[in-house]
């Protein structure tokens, strides 16, 4: 019978080699991995916020508008500020995105474009003629890829003084946009799609 030769372990030198050589392949991959990470997130954010603003125009395309103004039918319930699911994203340098006054309706991206709701109380064609033709979005309205709500300053849609926007706070969960300007632009890390000027 013919003998196997005996197995030879790794040194504790080649070991300490290739535990080294792997760290420095770690080091020299991390940064790319993580740039390609946070790429990935804000170009689904903009995505995201794109679908809404498409949203948005759709309802508005039926020759209504879900956000009304002084004088009309609705005027008591104006909405302010549509936002999405997630946690609300700290207040940067502009706190105004998270309204909070006494008179103001907020309500949810997903009340008025993927169901039927205004303010979660009624329909829309309890209101008017039958105008709500959706849903205008294929699915509810998911947080930000930092788990935080987007937002829509709708007060300003047809109002043409300031630009409406689709805001989402971006990687730092801050929100450092003003929810007014014409133009209204982003800033620091904020994603920002245009809806209306």
Do not use: C
Not at 62 to 87: C, K, M, P, R, W
Not at 165 to 183: I, K, M, Q, R, W
């Amino acid at each position: 019978m013919k003998r196997l030769p005996e197995a030879r372990g790794l040194s504790l030198l080649e070991v300490t080699f290739m535990m080294t050589l792997l760290a420095a392949l770690g080091a020299a991959i991390a940064p790319t991995l993580a740039a390609t990470v946070r790429n990935a997130r804000t170009a689904r954010a903009m995505l995201d916020a794109q679908t809404i603003r498409d949203g948005i125009n759709n309802f508005k395309g039926n020759g209504f508008s879900i956000f009304t103004s002084t004088g009309s039918q609705l005027a008591l319930n104006q909405v302010e500020f549509l936002y999405g699911d997630g946690d609300i994203p700290e207040a940067g340098s502009s706190a105004s995105w998270r309204n909070t006054t006494a008179n103001s309706v907020n309500d949810f991206l997903e009340e008025h474009l993927v169901v039927n709701s205004f303010n979660g109380v009624f329909a829309y064609s309890t209101l008017l003629a039958p105008i709500w033709r959706g849903a205008y979005l294929n699915a509810p309205v998911n947080p930000d890829p930092w788990g935080n709500r987007y937002a829509v300053n709708v007060i300003y849609l047809g109002a043409s003084v300031n630009d409406v926007v689709v805001l989402s706070a971006g990687p730092d969960e801050a929100v450092d946009t003003a929810d007014t300007g014409n133009p209204l632009t982003a800033a620091d890390d904020d994603i920002v799609i245009l809806v209306e000027a």
